[in-house]
């Protein structure tokens, strides 16, 4: 009886070998493809930086800081229908926008902004609007 044990055991342990394999042999045969694919990789790692470093540069100058301030330009005004607006780039280069609204009309400003400075002279809204886009 145990000789029966035994080999029933035996059975089951190869059965469950080949259950092992059967299901192992497919993902060896993909990594084995993988492998290979891996060993083009350092190929294009260069140029992969240099794009990496492209992207970088062209973010440098793009309009990322941004902030808006609301008010009211005038005493006899209200919903703070005037804002100043600053979009900046990483240098804290960029313009200032602004429109105040009045009763009769409304009057658009831009002004440039280079190093968080402009050398036009900025109101205390648009100064806001810088600082705030600054962080």
């Known amino acids: 009886m145990a000789v029966v044990l035994s080999v029933l055991a035996l059975l089951v342990a190869l059965v469950a070998l080949g259950l092992v394999l059967v299901t192992s042999v497919p993902r060896f045969r993909r990594l084995?493809?993988?492998?290979?694919?891996l060993a083009d990789v350092p190929d294009d790692v260069?140029?992969?930086?240099?794009?990496v470093a492209?992207?970088?540069?062209?973010l440098e100058t793009a309009l990322r800081h941004l902030a808006v301030v609301r008010y009211d330009a005038f005493d006899d005004m209200g919903g703070h229908l005037s804002w100043s607006v600053a979009l900046l780039d990483d240098r804290g280069s960029g313009m200032v926008l602004t429109?105040?609204?009045?009763r009769q009309d409304t009057r658009s400003y831009a002004?440039?902004?280079t190093e968080w400075r402009?050398?036009?002279q900025l109101s205390p809204e648009e100064e806001a609007a810088v600082g705030h886009a600054r962080g």
């Open 111 to 113: 002004k440039p902004v």
């Open 118 to 120: 402009s050398e036009l």
């Open 99 to 102: 429109s105040i609204h009045g």
């Open 54 to 58: 492209g992207l970088r540069l062209d």
């Open 46 to 51: 260069p140029g992969l930086r240099s794009e």
């Open 32 to 37: 084995r493809r993988s492998d290979h694919d």
